[in-house]
């Protein structure tokens, strides 16, 4: 990691969990992945610059809220879907989608695997679906983080939608274990079917 700053004030990765409202190992993840800048002491403890625990805490803020289609009956929880997508247009049509869903359904948005991992952190989606290739981190990146062992997220369902071949995935690494992986164009019929299974199993 880079040489640490002598005019910034240092935070240890407790203490930037406390302030933004997630777990230690979400912040861990968020500094291997690149999303929070880090340096290490002589003794091998990561300290971040409380800058830019300031900027992604306005980040956050800047997201979108949720927004929560379907009736939500008093027994039921909705299902917490994160669309990670960098075209603002299958963004919107996810969106379109999932307004006409029949169970309850909160939908958020990122438009990249930095704020995605950023998005998941704060908000623990039960299901996400993601492109592979984004600009920045893509979606390979993200999955691979969010399935490397010890992150937290091995029960959180990934689905992945991409116009590259099978192949082309293999080629490029694959994913990891337990991923779904659907070509485009959008099956949201396929979609909508591993969404409502996963809304039941977590009533």
């Known amino acids: 990691m880079r040489k640490i700053p002598s005019n910034e ?8 969990g406390e302030v933004l409202g997630v777990a230690v190992r979400t912040v861990q993840l968020w500094v291997e992945s690149g999303v929070l800048p880090a340096w290490r002491t002589a003794g091998g403890h990561r300290r971040i610059a409380r800058s ?9 803020a800047d997201m979108l809220a949720p927004v929560v289609h379907g009736a939500t009956a008093p027994t039921q929880r909705a299902l917490r879907l994160l669309v990670v997508e960098d075209d603002a247009d299958l ?3 996810f969106s379109l989608m999932v307004e006409g869903w029949t169970f309850p359904v909160e939908l958020s948005t990122a438009v990249d695997g930095f704020q995605g991992l950023v998005r998941i952190g704060q908000w623990m989606p039960d299901m996400v679906v993601t492109d592979l290739n984004m600009p920045g981190m893509n979606g390979f990146e993200m999955v691979r983080s969010l399935k490397r062992a010890g992150a937290d997220y091995a029960d959180l369902q990934v689905v992945a939608v991409t116009a590259l071949s099978v192949r082309d995935v293999a080629d490029r690494g694959g994913l990891p274990e337990g991923t779904v992986l659907f070509q485009k164009p959008v099956d949201f019929a396929a979609i909508e079917a591993l969404a409502q299974a996963r809304q039941k ?3």
């Open 9 to 16: 004030e240092l935070m240890t990765t407790r203490e930037v």
């Open 52 to 60: 830019a625990v300031e900027r992604l805490a306005q980040e956050r």
């Open 91 to 93: 963004r919107h049509l």
């Open 201 to 203: 199993a977590i009533r």
